[in-house]
């Protein structure tokens, strides 16, 4: 029986590409969203995946999605914690909410839904995990105080998490990719891809399937001794030690 993966934000972009390569791997694949339902049903006629919406950032909402999942597909095995936003301002001019709406996204978001299959996963045995973190929770980004301090959070989460489940068989890692030629990315402004390529030296921005093959291979029985691993994926633009 084929294992069950879950991808939050898994309908477009990065998340998208990831559904897709895990189907094509012979998984069982769910997708989460958020709140384009015309995307979603899109996705779901194009590529012939499920697509559950709820929020990440609501502890509940995650609990009760997966139990939907589950349902449905069986225990969920392999976890992508994708979902995220931005709410870009330079930090004199940040609000409250905007430093609220993307750590409860894209940090406490991989907590709610992390616990949620956490305990699942130490009873059978085996689990996978990978969030999708950012070349910016590396290296930080102007006007990005709030989406680069979730970023970062998530590999220090990562990190931690893995001790815990190292014995249990299950593998905790995240994925950093650089600038990917997503919707988001190819709507900045030509002269500002530009500039962002010119800093990237394998001269070009990546694919969202190259962060998928990541994405693969780390949920891949091939990557069992691979855990609290953070896995660059940006052309160059940054080399961590």
Same mark, same amino acid.
């Given at each position: 029986?084929?294992?069950?993966?879950?991808?939050?934000?898994?309908?477009? *972009?990065?998340?998208?590409? !990831? +559904?897709?390569?895990?189907?094509?791997? #012979?998984?069982?694949?769910? =997708? /989460? $969203?958020?709140?384009?339902?015309?995307?979603?049903?899109?996705?779901?006629?194009?590529?012939?995946?499920?697509?559950?919406?709820?929020?990440?950032?609501?502890?509940?909402?995650?609990?009760?999605?997966?139990?939907?999942?589950?349902?449905?597909?069986?225990?969920?095995?392999?976890?992508?914690?994708?979902?995220?936003?931005?709410?870009?301002?330079?930090?004199?001019?940040?609000?409250?909410?905007?430093?609220?709406?993307?750590?409860?996204?894209?940090?406490?978001?991989?907590?709610?839904?992390?616990?949620?299959?956490?305990?699942?996963?130490?009873?059978?045995?085996? *689990?996978?995990?990978?969030? !999708? +973190?950012?070349?910016?929770?590396?290296? #930080?980004?102007?006007?990005? =105080? /709030? $989406?680069?301090?979730?970023?970062?959070?998530?590999?220090?989460?990562?990190?931690?998490?893995?001790?815990?489940?190292?014995?249990?068989?299950?593998?905790?890692?995240?994925?950093?990719?650089?600038?990917?030629?997503?919707?988001?990315?190819?709507?900045?402004?030509?002269?500002?891809?530009?500039?962002?390529?010119?800093?990237?030296?394998?001269?070009?921005?990546?694919?969202?399937?190259?962060?998928?093959?990541?994405?693969?291979?780390?949920?891949?029985?091939?990557?069992?001794?691979?855990?609290?691993?953070?896995?660059?994926?940006?052309?160059?633009?940054?080399?961590? *030690?």
């Amino acid at each position: 029986m084929a294992r069950t993966a879950l991808v939050t934000g898994g309908t477009r *972009g990065i998340g998208k590409a !990831i +559904s897709v390569a895990l189907k094509a791997a #012979g998984y069982d694949v769910a =997708a /989460n $969203y958020a709140g384009n339902d015309s995307a979603a049903q899109a996705f779901t006629r194009e590529t012939g995946i499920k697509a559950y919406k709820w929020s990440v950032a609501d502890y509940d909402a995650c609990r009760e999605g997966i139990a939907a999942v589950e349902a449905a597909h069986g225990p969920v095995d392999i976890l992508i914690n994708n979902a995220g936003i931005t709410r870009d301002a330079p930090f004199h001019k940040m609000t409250p909410q905007q430093w609220r709406e993307v750590i409860d996204t894209n940090l406490t978001g991989v907590f709610n839904m992390t616990h949620s299959v956490w305990n699942g996963m130490r009873d059978r045995g085996f *689990g996978r995990i990978v969030t !999708i +973190s950012s070349i910016n929770g590396q290296k #930080g980004q102007f006007a990005q =105080a /709030n $989406y680069s301090a979730a970023k970062a959070g998530d590999l220090g989460f990562t990190k931690a998490l893995a001790q815990e489940g190292a014995r249990r068989n299950i593998t905790v890692n995240a994925v950093c990719p650089g600038y990917i030629a997503t919707e988001m990315v190819m709507a900045v402004p030509e002269a500002v891809r530009e500039q962002i390529i010119a800093t990237i030296p394998v001269g070009r921005l990546g694919e969202a399937e190259e962060i998928a093959r990541c994405v693969a291979f780390l949920v891949s029985d091939e990557a069992g001794f691979i855990t609290g691993a953070t896995l660059t994926a940006n052309g160059g633009q940054y080399m961590a *030690g």
